[in-house]
């Protein structure tokens, strides 16, 4: 059993002996503690890091699908490149 199978089993028997509301409570202190630490108390600043790490993920995804779809169709190298804008730099418009 690796580290994720076993993370996965105890959460799962948490679930089970404590419920959902503990689940709950504890998503929410987690939460908080990052907000605090990381965050200095700014919450619309982690939404929207939050909401651009989901973006990206979903950017990762779609470029690997298009990658598997040209190597697929006989590619034999293939270069997808995406710009990438920083909020701290100066937007070329």
Do not use: F
């Not at 630490?37 to 690997?64: C, F, K, M």
Request: one cysteine or more; a positive charge.
């Amino acid at each position: 059993m690796n580290r994720r199978q076993a993370g996965r089993k105890g959460g799962q028997r948490t679930l089970a002996l404590y419920g959902r509301d503990h689940m709950k409570a504890i998503g929410k202190r987690g939460y908080q503690a990052t907000l605090a630490r990381h965050w200095q108390g700014d919450a619309p600043a982690y939404r929207r890091w939050l909401i651009a790490r989901g973006w990206n993920a979903l950017t990762d995804e779609l470029v690997s699908r298009e990658i598997d779809r040209r190597i697929g169709g006989g590619e034999a190298t293939v270069c997808i490149e995406l710009p990438y804008l920083d909020e701290d730099q100066d937007l070329p418009w």
